[in-house]
């Protein structure tokens, strides 16, 4: 391109040089000159450029070469990943094998272990059934009977044994029908007896007792021997005869004796009601009350109000069922004793 220049330069001069130069051929000089160093200046940036490009391409290169050893690497890793992947696989594939051995296993164990602690807690739940059937049949214990069905039925809860679910379901209906019945408060009706038994030593019988028709307390005897002998002898024929005012309603006469016998036959009554109501037993209680009530009313002062009070209390005693119905039980003892008979090994 310098070459070009030089030659241009030197037509130029030598054109000057000459007979005249064109004006036009000037400025296409100065034109292409101008042209020319464009170009020059043009060229040198597209070297520049392409320098650059190459330089990236160089980059790229390089990084295309680490790209490719990572996807190298990477590729390594994937096809280990992949082995052990297919490893793991092939051992969850024998996994499910293990797991059902190692169930048959502990269900084997746990039948072993389990048997004798549902055979004790079947013989518990049975000993305990028969204890409340036993104190509801002779006792006529509601409540001992319901507290020791309910601890049967906790002790049948504490294992899973599904041979006795029909049991427990009996055992709960059972259990409703006896929490249904009406159950007496015997301590309260036996206190109530007892305080009876105390007020009877207080009670008026009916009559005049002898004692209280005598004469009343004797006179101081005089000094002398004769005046004392007249005195005894006077008082001897008093003793004879007494008179007093009494009502026409108590006309009869009582003695001590049969005072003291009067009270105690009430007392033995009253007992006898007391020991009926701890038993249980509703007729001989309700037979022993009205014996008494028949006492009061022959024997005693029925106007008095110590008497009134104690034949209300008896009446109100009366009323009082100490032995209620109860239902019959017993379906989920036998229940029980079937499973239990079922689960018993053959003897040989």
Same mark, same amino acid.
């Given at each position: ?7 241009? $330069? ?64 990477? $590729? ?273």
């Amino acid at each position: 391109m310098s070459t070009e220049i030089e030659s241009l $330069t030197t037509e130029m001069s030598s054109r000057r040089t000459g007979s005249g130069v064109s004006p036009m051929l000037v400025v296409f000089a100065v034109l292409g000159l101008l042209l020319a160093v464009y170009a020059h200046w043009r060229f040198g940036r597209f070297d520049q450029r392409i320098d650059r490009v190459h330089g990236q391409v160089g980059e790229l290169r390089a990084a295309q070469d680490r790209i490719g050893s990572e996807l190298g690497t990477l $590729t390594t890793r994937v096809e280990q990943s992949d082995a052990l992947l297919r490893n793991e696989i092939k051992n969850l594939r024998e996994l499910p094998t293990q797991v059902n051995e190692l169930g048959q296993s502990l269900a084997e164990l746990r039948a072993r272990t389990d048997a004798p602690q549902r055979a004790w807690v079947r013989a518990e739940a049975l000993y305990l059934l028969e204890l409340g059937d036993r104190r509801l049949r002779l006792e006529h214990d509601v409540p001992t009977a319901i507290a020791a069905m309910e601890s049967a039925d906790a002790r049948l809860a504490t294992v899973a044994d599904p041979a006795v679910a029909e049991v427990r379901r009996q055992l709960e209906r059972e259990l409703a029908t006896l929490r249904a019945v009406p159950v007496p408060d015997l301590p309260a009706v036996i206190v109530r007896i007892s305080a009876l038994e105390a007020r009877t030593a207080t009670l008026p019988v009916l009559g005049v007792p002898v004692a209280a028709a005598r004469r009343g307390a004797p006179e101081a005897p005089p000094s002398g021997a004769i005046e004392r002998a007249f005195h005894r002898i006077w008082q001897a024929l008093g003793d004879l005869v007494s008179l007093r005012r009494v009502d026409p309603a108590n006309v009869r006469l009582v003695t001590g004796e049969e005072e003291s016998l009067r009270r105690q036959h009430l007392e033995l009554l009253l007992f006898s009601a007391r020991i009926a109501a701890m038993q249980q037993d509703s007729t001989a209680f309700v037979q022993s009350l009205r014996s008494a009530d028949a006492i009061l009313t022959q024997f005693f002062e029925g106007s008095a109000p110590g008497v009134a009070a104690a034949r209300t209390e008896i009446a109100a005693l009366s009323s009082i069922d100490v032995d209620p119905p109860h239902p019959e039980v017993g379906m989920a003892m036998q229940s029980l004793q079937r499973v239990m008979r079922g689960a018993a090994p053959a003897t040989p």
